[in-house]
């Protein structure tokens, strides 16, 4: 038995099971059930909360979430060898896992839980699909979103880009979109050697709350403006930005951000005062032509 629950240990469950992490699907297995149960405690109590999990694997976070409370677990896994694994958790803890058999990417996750329910998004990702998800549910629309937080893991990499602060080497877009919707913050580093197959980097649990009323700003705004700025990250502003299609010089007075600043340099709200002003522009620029027109 194991140190949470009466089900066999995990090492023995990839055994019996004939579980072989597949590198094609991102995987890597985390077996010691005490750290995923500290990663399951960095979401907060679980009591009465519907969690969404994606890529549980053997099932050992998903074991972590149920032992400690959480009243469903929604369990979306791409990898049809694991489901017999998961189906002995779902035995376990009778009506509380509910298993998704798919790919999470195509998936629309707002119809796996209940509306209006607490509901916290809790896995450790498959690599190649990571980020993916996290931008994904970080454009949730309306806002605030359909969960309460996410508690990720990525590589440490990946993590310092979610967090990053301007004037860090890590800022950049997916930095900006986070930082404007969310608050978050690194919870702990998991080294190669807790998971099979260890992989070749450390990795990184993430905490992310959502803000209840981000600066207002369209989200296509912002991501436009920001892929304009950082795709020419060493250049200045007054040049990145003339891919816009507006006057550059007057975007950034308006903006109250120097010319020769560069994108990182840049903190969240100037980057939303950059993306409403742009907007503002183009919508101008369109109803200047229309009104011309008629």
């Not at 990663?39 to 074991?63: H, K, N, Q, Y």
């Not at 998704?100 to 796996?112: P, Q, R, V």
């Not at 629309?141 to 967090?163: C, G, H, K, N």
Request: proline fraction near 8%; charge should be neutral.
């Amino acid at each position: 038995m194991s140190g949470i629950d009466d089900l066999p240990p995990l090492r023995e469950v990839i055994r019996d099971h004939g579980l072989s992490a597949l590198k094609s699907l991102g995987q890597n297995f985390l077996l010691d059930l005490n750290l995923t149960s500290r990663i399951a405690r960095t979401a907060g109590r679980l009591d009465g909360v519907t969690v969404l999990e994606v890529g549980p694997g053997p099932g050992g976070l998903t074991r972590a979430i149920l032992a400690l409370g959480a009243e469903k677990v929604v369990a979306i896994e791409r990898d049809p060898r694991c489901v017999a694994a998961l189906t002995e958790v779902a035995e376990r803890y009778p009506d509380r896992l509910q298993i998704i058999e798919g790919d999470a990417l195509e998936i629309d996750h707002t119809t796996l839980v209940p509306s209006g329910g607490r509901v916290c998004v809790i896995a450790n990702l498959p690599y190649n699909v990571g980020t993916p998800l996290l931008i994904g549910w970080l454009s949730a629309d309306p806002w605030p979103p359909w969960y309460e937080s996410l508690t990720l893991m990525f590589q440490r990499e990946v993590a310092e880009r979610i967090v990053a602060a301007p004037g860090t080497d890590h800022y950049g877009r997916l930095a900006v979109l986070a930082g404007w919707r969310c608050q978050s913050h690194i919870a702990f580093d998991v080294p190669p050697s807790a998971f099979v197959p260890p992989p070749k980097v450390t990795s990184s649990v993430v905490h992310l709350v959502p803000r209840p009323a981000p600066l207002p700003c369209s989200r296509e705004a912002l991501e436009r403006v920001t892929e304009a700025a950082f795709g020419q990250r060493r250049k200045m502003l007054r040049q990145s930005l003339k891919s816009l299609g507006v006057d550059t010089m007057a975007l950034l007075e308006e903006a109250g951000i120097a010319p020769t600043e560069r994108a990182e340099q840049v903190p969240v709200e100037g980057f939303v005062a950059l993306a409403n002003g742009w907007l503002a522009r183009r919508k101008a620029a369109v109803q200047s032509v229309s009104t011309a027109s008629s």
